[in-house]
């Protein structure tokens, strides 16, 4: 029987596929009792970041702990990554005004990423 990922096991697994988010200056803001949703919007930034520069040498682990967690996670895990990572990075609310053009990241979505609806309407071709 496997066991299914957990809530709290989100932050961690995506914080161990990112080393570079420790150190940070988004990890900086991290203050004592900062939530789940919050922290994962910080990990969104630092990607944001990273991607400004061209260091994108963690996102193939990174979108494959989110892959991982919409296959294996429970509702609440996936809903974390669905509500909270995937939709900071496709708002772009959360980057400071730096924020790229969110499809900068599509190469590394997998194919349940690609399915959450908010994916899957990002990546419709223009019209």
């Given at each position: 029987m496997r066991l299914m990922l957990r809530y709290l096991d989100?932050?961690?697994?995506?914080?161990?596929?990112?080393?570079?988010?420790?150190?940070?200056?988004?990890?900086?803001?991290?203050?004592?009792?900062t939530g789940e949703y919050i922290e994962v919007g910080l990990i969104v930034q630092h990607l944001v970041r990273l991607a400004e520069i061209g260091d994108t040498g963690s996102?193939?682990?990174?979108?494959?702990v989110v892959e991982h967690v919409l296959t294996e996670g429970d509702l609440e895990a996936r809903n974390l990554v669905v509500a909270g990572f995937l939709d900071d990075l496709t708002n772009g609310t959360l980057s400071r005004g730096n924020h790229?053009?969110?499809?900068?990241f599509a190469p590394w979505f997998g194919p349940r990423t690609r399915r959450v609806p908010l994916i899957a309407e990002l990546l419709q071709p223009d019209v």
């Open positions: 989100v932050v961690p697994l995506l914080r161990s596929a990112c080393p570079s988010f420790d150190g940070s200056p988004e990890a900086a803001l991290i203050e004592r009792g996102f193939a682990a990174v979108f494959d790229r053009d969110p499809r900068v």
